[in-house]
């Protein structure tokens, strides 16, 4: 089946700094990709979707200028977590869709786990 | 190779069947296995389950986990329109989530 890698696997960082996590199709191409923030008894919640060469589409409540996301290529999206804080911390987790037309076509990366001192 | 494979990836079924999800996994440090349902973009959490031979129940959706065999079902009983949707499996290891590709579940009136 198609693979997604997430970069970096687990991450810690002091409050104030940015940090950037990579979201990667590895054996196709995705136009369109999205990232969730997983809380507190396992719930996921949907971010944004990422589509590849125009902006991202954010979800009601997510801020843009702090959760920058990048689709520069038809393989890679990234997320900035920008002047990260404490109440950051989560799990980050990206998929990828393959085909626009089923969800069954999407395929989840491994999670990032952020943790903010 | 760590991995979890969800069977059968699509499913038809009519109003008042009850079908049964599986979900075996091969995932090393397992911590636990966790049931979604996808019907848009983000799957809603159904179960979490980490010990063997304990039923989970929320209405008609239940499932349970064998860590002897390396697998879990999700069980629905008496199925309806409104139980179309995705299901997928996910184990999280070591600091890593596995998902599977999903069940595909199409339930017909």
């Known amino acids: 089946g198609a693979v997604v890698s997430q970069h970096p696997s687990w991450v810690i960082c002091k409050s104030g700094t940015s940090v950037k996590i990579e979201c990667r199709s590895l054996d196709f191409q995705a136009t369109t990709m999205f990232w969730y923030r997983q809380f507190p008894k396992q719930s996921l919640m949907l971010m944004a979707t990422s589509n590849e060469g125009s902006k991202a589409t954010y979800e009601q409540g997510v801020e843009k200028d702090k959760f920058l996301i990048n689709h520069a290529s038809l393989t890679l999206s990234t997320l900035t977590v920008t002047s990260a804080h404490p109440e950051d911390s989560s799990f980050y987790i990206c998929?990828?869709?393959?085909?626009?037309?089923?969800?069954?076509?999407?395929?989840f990366g491994p999670g990032t786990r952020l943790t903010v001192l | 190779e760590d991995k979890v494979v969800q069977s059968p990836l699509s499913l038809v079924v009519h109003e008042g069947d009850t079908v049964t999800l599986n979900c075996s996994y091969e995932v090393t440090n397992f911590r636990s296995l966790l049931w979604y349902k996808q019907e848009k973009k983000a799957p809603t959490f159904l179960f979490m389950l980490?010990?063997?031979?304990i039923e989970k129940k929320s209405g008609r959706l239940s499932s349970i986990l064998d860590k002897k065999e390396l697998f879990s079902i999700l069980n629905i009983t008496a199925t309806q329109t409104g139980d179309s949707a995705v299901y997928l499996c996910a184990v999280f290891g070591f600091n890593k989530f596995y998902f599977g590709s999903g069940t595909k579940l199409n339930v017909k009136p």
């Open positions: 998929s990828a869709l393959a085909d626009r037309e089923s969800y069954n076509e999407q395929f």
């Open positions: 980490t010990s063997s031979g």
